[in-house]
């Protein structure tokens, strides 16, 4: 890799960063899109670029795609062209358990189509280090529609139920409460707990869907006095490594991993039918961020609850 390249590796968030990079250093012109339609209309630029010859081709001897379940299939096709065929080295790391993004894109995909030269060059890891036993258990119990395993030729992306590495842990705590403000109040009570017997504040967080969500459980958090950080309200100011409990989306928990993480307002993730399989996924990424303890939390009678609490549940001690 060289200055203009990805720094050895690329995934999803920095490749619209080097594909932007790429424009400028070739003198081609950013598009001019705004908003949310910037980074799309940069990704499509640069692949005209290439093909019209004025980005060249073949750049780098060797690429490594980390969260290759997030890269859309023109973005494959885009990364290929960018490796030296004398070389011929990709490495793409791909979990398709926790593609969350343009699922409509994926459908159908293989390796092949995208130009990737993948049969007989595929390695399954199965043996999940992260989480305990008792949280990979609970994940796969609300993801298990989309984890049964499926027969696919290794040109395509085999999908395999992950086999835990039998580390032991505290089970999970599923705690049904009357709304999501009793939730949040609950989950800042967890927080004060654990903190208690030493935890420490930067190694907890609370994962959330929606933002209302988000909003309820830094209310309660502030009325508890417990420091925390918003990412998504103070992305520039936030930090990984301060003394305090990160407040974030399922979606930007992606890689992360605390040894303390509470989810509330379970019961309000979509229950609509095209939704359903997109917010399992959501509900896996989140349960499977935690090292070690993990809460959650839900109220009213969604499907997510029936899953979660097929008899009524307490709060427990």
């Not at 690329?10 to 003198?27: E, I, K, M, P």
């Not at 379970?266 to 359903?276: R, Y």
Request: with cysteine; glycine share 6%.
């Amino acid at each position: 890799m060289n200055a203009k390249g990805l720094n050895g590796k690329v995934d999803a968030r920095s490749f619209h960063g080097w594909c932007r990079n790429q424009l400028v250093t070739y003198h081609q012109p950013l598009p001019t899109e705004q908003g949310a339609d910037f980074f799309p209309a940069v990704v499509q630029r640069v692949i005209e670029c290439v093909d019209r010859g004025h980005i060249p081709a073949a750049q780098y001897g060797a690429i490594l795609i980390d969260e290759g379940h997030d890269f859309q299939p023109a973005w494959f096709k885009l990364v290929v062209q960018m490796v030296s065929p004398d070389s011929n080295r990709l490495l793409v790391l791909y979990d398709d358990a926790q593609s969350i993004f343009n699922r409509a894109s994926h459908r159908g995909f293989s390796f092949k189509s995208v130009g990737v030269q993948a049969q007989g060059r595929t390695t399954i890891l199965k043996i999940n280090y992260r989480n305990t036993r008792q949280i990979l258990e609970l994940a796969a119990l609300i993801a298990k529609d989309i984890l049964d395993p499926k027969a696919t030729d290794d040109d395509g992306v085999p999908l395999i139920r992950p086999v835990s590495c039998g580390r032991e842990g505290p089970r999970p705590l599923l705690i049904k409460l009357p709304s999501l403000r009793d939730e949040a109040s609950e989950v800042a009570r967890r927080l004060a707990q654990a903190h208690q017997q030493g935890v420490a504040w930067q190694d907890m967080a609370v994962v959330y869907r929606t933002w209302s969500v988000g909003q309820v459980c830094v209310d309660a958090l502030d009325r508890a006095k417990i420091p925390y950080q918003w990412q998504q309200q103070n992305k520039k100011s936030y930090s990984p490594t301060a003394d305090m409990v990160t407040v974030l989306t399922m979606h930007a928990s992606k890689g992360l991993e605390y040894p303390f993480v509470a989810i509330p307002g379970v019961g309000l993730l979509s229950a609509a039918e095209d939704d359903l399989e997109q917010e399992a996924r959501l509900f896996y990424i989140a349960a499977t961020r935690s090292t070690n303890q993990l809460v959650v939390t839900g109220s009213g009678d969604s499907l997510f609850m029936q899953r979660l609490f097929p008899d009524t549940a307490s709060v427990p001690a």
